[in-house]
């Protein structure tokens, strides 16, 4: 996996009168959700059956449970009492990564693996780490992944160091685009975004194109809601009531605090009804093809002029673009990789739990009558509440487990906070070793991961 992020320093653009708009901005580029399915062959039912036993233990505690299926950290999840509608009997999570998993017969026709993998774990540990963790899952029960389909994907570019309440975003007839819905948003009297959705029609996309990455399409098929949408953003105001990705994108964007400067995120939402029209059907043409996505979206989707359009003008292709949007055109998906944090963070605040731990004993001080100005008396009463429902929990022992109702809870948070990675020793276990998994650390792509 990659550890440099993919960031550079970009000239002026032409134009004079927008070259400090775009002067000194740099990139960070990733994906910010993924959604795909996985056909397995399982050689047996064992998976199976440890998933029955975990979930109907999940089910009689009316809550999501911790379960090991592996020989190290790596192999930690929290099995939840449902599944999922589709036929998936069951869901394991880990942080925000989610695996539905289905025990049909038929696992060449539809997935019977489906993973989801949320914002956090794409940029940390990042997503071809996430489907590494996966595939060893699956090989260690005796699951054999035959092939895979993609259905949603989120492309992103941050232009750190550029202030969106700078850009004519809000501008309707600045925009050359196939999207038939715009919408703005605010946050008090701050502009902080707009969202363009397509919604009818067809992509428009012709075998002609000039685009290899576009070739072979498949053409006339119509687009439906959320099938294609674009997204620009402040980041930065979008992440301050979120403390966990604050020092996630801080690190993402090489800065100290994440709000030392201003960041405009360019997001598209891809799904398999678009995907499919050019030919990404699997992870692997995922990989070979977000270039030509990202290009067919900014060149083709949606563009941004320098002026108003005349709606009566047949020739808006010809308008001149904006300095932001050439740069956005600019981004390249296939000559670096894109950004990951390495080093795995939290995935939840500790401060705003604090701050919500704290409120709810507070409550409970002054039902039970403590002081407002008496400081030692809360302290000692919070202090006393937290030791004596602790001490409780551990006596209570879960007969399945042979584990303190405190150990179990415990297990489970962990597995919601922090992502694949944590608490690892580097290098190679004897079981991997043995096994002939790839030691963690080293580099892996797609291929190799599925």
């Not at 260690?140 to 700078?166: A, M, P, Q, R, Y």
Request: with cysteine; aromatic share 10%; proline share 4%.
């Amino acid at each position: 996996m990659t550890t440099t992020p993919t960031t550079r320093n970009h000239p002026p653009v032409s134009s004079h009168s927008q070259a400090g708009l775009t002067r000194g901005v740099q990139l960070s580029k990733g994906l910010d959700r993924l959604k795909f399915g996985l056909y397995v062959q399982f050689e047996s039912t064992r998976f199976f059956d440890i998933l029955t036993d975990a979930k109907e233990e999940a089910q009689d505690q009316r809550s999501q449970i911790p379960i090991r299926l592996g020989p190290d950290n790596n192999y930690d999840y929290n099995c939840h009492s449902n599944g999922r509608k589709g036929g998936y009997n069951f869901h394991l999570s880990r942080a925000d990564v989610d695996i539905f998993i289905s025990t049909r017969k038929d696992y060449l026709l539809t997935p019977n693996v489906w993973v989801d993998i949320g914002s956090a774990s794409c940029w940390s540990p990042g997503y071809n780490e996430v489907i590494y963790f996966i595939s060893k899952l699956i090989n260690l029960w005796d699951g054999k992944i035959i092939k895979n389909s993609v259905s949603e994907v989120h492309l992103c570019t941050d232009f750190i160091g550029l202030d969106i309440e700078t850009l004519p975003l809000q501008s309707w007839n600045r925009w050359v685009t196939r999207a038939n819905r715009l919408h703005s948003f605010s946050d008090r009297n701050r502009f902080s975004g707009i969202t363009l959705t397509q919604t009818e029609g067809t992509l428009n996309l012709h075998p002609d194109i000039e685009n290899d990455d576009l070739e072979e399409v498949e053409t006339g098929i119509r687009i439906g809601e959320g099938d294609i949408m674009m997204r620009i953003y402040d980041k930065v105001l979008e992440i301050k009531r979120n403390g966990s990705k604050q020092s996630l994108f801080a690190s993402v964007w090489n800065k100290t605090e994440y709000n030392q400067t201003q960041v405009t995120r360019v997001e598209f939402q891809l799904r398999k009804n678009v995907l499919k029209q050019f030919r990404i059907r699997s992870l692997e043409d995922l990989k070979n093809k977000q270039d030509g996505l990202w290009k067919y979206c900014t060149h083709e989707w949606a563009r941004l002029s320098k002026d108003p359009i005349d709606r009566k003008n047949r020739h808006q292709d010809r308008a001149k673009l904006h300095g932001f949007w050439q740069l956005v055109q600019s981004v390249s998906w296939g000559t670096s990789p894109p950004t990951t944090r390495r080093k795995p963070l939290p995935q939840k605040d500790k401060y705003l739990l604090l701050d919500m731990m704290v409120g709810c004993a507070m409550n409970m001080a002054a039902i039970d009558g403590c002081k407002y100005d008496n400081i030692d008396q809360i302290t000692m009463y919070l202090m006393g509440e937290v030791d004596t429902w602790c001490r409780t929990k551990a006596r209570e022992i879960n007969p399945k487990t042979g584990r303190s109702e405190l150990q179990e809870k415990m297990k489970t948070k962990i597995n919601e906070v922090w992502p694949y990675g944590y608490g690892e020793i580097p290098g190679p276990s004897e079981y991997d070793s043995m096994n002939g998994f790839f030691s963690h650390g080293k580099e892996i792509t797609i291929q190799q991961a599925i």
